[in-house]
């Protein structure tokens, strides 16, 4: 007898469904894909509806429906944190209220409601849906979990065992003792939005020196010996006011936050430097103790902090365990799936099958909608677009790589969306990794943000430790890791004005710093994605073709949208990208459109202020 499970994540950030039949995941994807807002924090209703199309279901076949958390619980920590620090914290009860009193609380009745069917409706807690959500998929039969991130209902840490199809919990750390929090702290005092702009923090670290790691580990977080960890919450504003610092913090970091969109200064810079080293000791602190307590040799990762793929590169090459493993979707929206997981697994006695060939079952994490050519055409008639169909996978692979070749930017759209925040190569830009100006050009004419953004490498798994200091063997398929450019490969870099104080990032950025240096960071690290042919062929394709024009097995991949907008999901959300923007040629599956042969689109500049700049 079939079992269909729909996990949901909703009502905090990140919103998600995921559909789990017999075990095996058929459909997930992030509400923001389908509304267009950004981290959309709504029901996901147009996530589920894709989820029950892409099982060829109704919502009366659904044996359950899954919740990420526990919203009693959640209520329980938000009243009891708020009445300790009473009558601070009015100011933030104000603003909570809405949701822990309001439809979470009664997340039931309210998706009972929505299907319109009696459907059981199952709760799980948080950082419990983040373990399934990486143990499940992984590739490990038993292993270690650590999950980290803000905070769930209480936990913000945990280590767990997984054998089998159980999850055993062992250890955890609770609010407002959290380890996310603390680096989201830095975000927001470094100008950036929280729960959006931690990336760019860890972009920014490699600028700076950790002149402020002892602060940090004297005044903010107490590491002990066995990874737990200790805030000094005096010196935090999460915990009774709307600001995630206060002016005790402000103090301890020579002034008040940067202002949001203000010039980026050598102390921000050294800040995120300060923020990273420490997160990474902690980070590490913890993976020791999990696996002395486990005596597992594999780990699986979630959890927001899980997504700090320079903390996951450090920690891959301590060699504190043999294997990691890390959920593509490692924040909120991946707990629906392993709310889901877990269900099916637990709940419905769904046997675990463990791939014997050694690899994980998250399917390229290519898990969102496909658009059929009839699709696709629609939407380009209806815009008068011309274009150009190749069907042969080989010969358009090879005129894709030959745009790249001559410099030319690719919106590169092809078979299932990802689940997660990264472009794995379904909704991908394409660029030529060689060019120094690839950075800046595609950062400022193309994305629309900060040019000291680093861009991923898609390299050819076979031809990884070519290019990159990787161990033999070690893959990163979700682009979770960062490594070392190799040595060989690297140019010396004039830094004189910025080491004596200069701040003007851009004369650094548009130095060569490799013999690929639109994809090597300042310290000669790269956020590395490996690229084999058996989860997308395609995009496989594309390098394989490249390498024989250009003997360089690696492309420039960064996320399809533009800031503020999320990862674009349809043909529609692709060719407009693309008309607003500076790209060159868009690929939708066999359609090759270039701009100079495209229509006039109307654009008066006004669309890029719709989106809330993150």
């Not at 697994?345 to 969102?368: E, I, K």
């Not at 010396?492 to 013999?515: K, Y």
């Amino acid at each position: 007898m079939t079992t269909n499970v729909l996990g949901i994540s909703a009502f905090y950030h990140d919103s998600a469904a995921a559909l789990v039949r017999d075990g095996e995941i058929i459909a997930a994807a992030q509400e923001e894909r389908f509304s267009r807002k950004k981290h959309d924090p709504r029901f996901p209703r147009g996530a589920i509806n894709y989820c029950l199309e892409e099982a060829f279901i109704e919502a009366d076949e659904l044996d359950a429906v899954v919740f990420y958390d526990n919203p009693l619980l959640t209520f329980d920590r938000v009243l009891q944190s708020l009445l300790s620090v009473a009558p601070r914290g009015l100011e933030q009860w104000m603003h909570a209220a809405p949701s822990v009193l309001g439809i979470k609380l009664f997340a039931a009745d309210f998706i009972r409601d929505y299907f319109k069917t009696d459907v059981p409706v199952l709760f799980t807690r948080h950082h419990l849906s983040h373990a399934a959500s990486t143990f499940y998929p992984s590739p490990f039969e038993r292993a270690a979990i650590l999950t980290m991130d803000g905070v769930g209902e209480w936990a913000t840490t945990s280590i767990n065992l997984g054998e089998g199809d159980r999850i055993t919990p062992l250890k955890e750390i609770q609010y407002p003792h959290s380890l996310g929090l603390l680096y989201s702290a830095f975000t927001y005092f470094c100008g950036f939005k929280v729960n959006s702009g931690e990336y760019k923090l860890m972009g920014l670290a490699p600028y700076g020196t950790p002149r402020y790691a002892d602060t940090i580990r004297e005044n903010l977080i107490s590491i002990r010996p066995d990874g737990s960890y200790r805030l000094h919450t005096e010196f935090l504003g999460y915990l009774d006011s709307e600001r995630m610092t206060n002016d005790r913090f402000a103090a301890l970091f020579d002034g008040p936050p940067r202002e949001p969109e203000s010039r980026i200064t050598r102390r921000e810079m050294d800040i995120a430097a300060s923020i990273q080293v420490v997160t990474e000791e902690a980070v590490l602190a913890l993976a020791r103790h999990a696996r002395e307590i486990t005596g597992a040799t594999d780990l699986c990762l979630a959890g927001g902090v899980a997504l700090n793929c320079v903390a996951n590169g450090k920690l891959q090459r301590e060699g504190i365990f043999d294997r990691v493993w890390i959920q593509p979707a490692a924040g909120d929206a991946g707990g629906a799936l392993g709310a889901a997981l877990l269900a099916s697994y637990r709940h419905f006695g769904v046997p675990r099958c463990v791939r014997s060939d050694g690899r994980d079952s998250q399917h390229g994490s290519y898990l969102g909608p496909r658009y059929s050519e009839a699709e696709i055409d629609a939407v380009l008639d209806r815009y008068q677009a011309p274009r150009h169909r190749i069907t042969a996978r080989d010969e358009r692979a090879d005129a894709i790589a030959a745009a790249i070749e001559q410099g030319k930017t690719v919106g590169y759209f092809a078979g299932r969306m990802e689940f997660g925040p990264r472009a794995l190569g379904a909704r991908s830009i394409l660029g030529d990794p060689r060019q120094a100006e690839t950075q800046v050009a595609m950062n400022l004419k193309i994305k629309f943000r900060e040019s000291f953004r680093p861009f991923a490498p898609s390299v050819l798994a076979e031809r990884t430790a070519d290019y990159f200091d990787i161990d033999c063997g070690v893959e990163s398929p979700y682009m979770l890791l960062v490594a070392p450019v190799r040595e060989e490969r690297r140019l010396s870099m004039e830094t004189g004005a910025f080491d004596h104080g200069d701040d003007d990032m851009l004369s650094l950025v548009r130095q060569p710093r490799s013999d690929i240096p639109a994809v090597t960071h300042i310290d000669y690290s790269a956020r590395l994605q490996t690229v084999g042919p058996r989860e997308h062929p395609d995009y496989h394709a594309v390098i394989q073709a490249f390498e024989r024009r250009t003997g360089c097995p690696v492309i420039v991949n960064t996320s399809f949208n533009v800031r503020g907008e999320p990862i674009v999901c349809s043909p529609d959300d692709a060719y407009r990208c693309f008309m607003r923007t500076g790209l060159d040629l868009l690929v939708l599956e066999d359609s090759l459109l270039w701009k100079d042969e495209q229509p006039e689109f109307p654009d008066d500049g006004s669309w890029r202020k719709t989106y809330e700049l993150d």
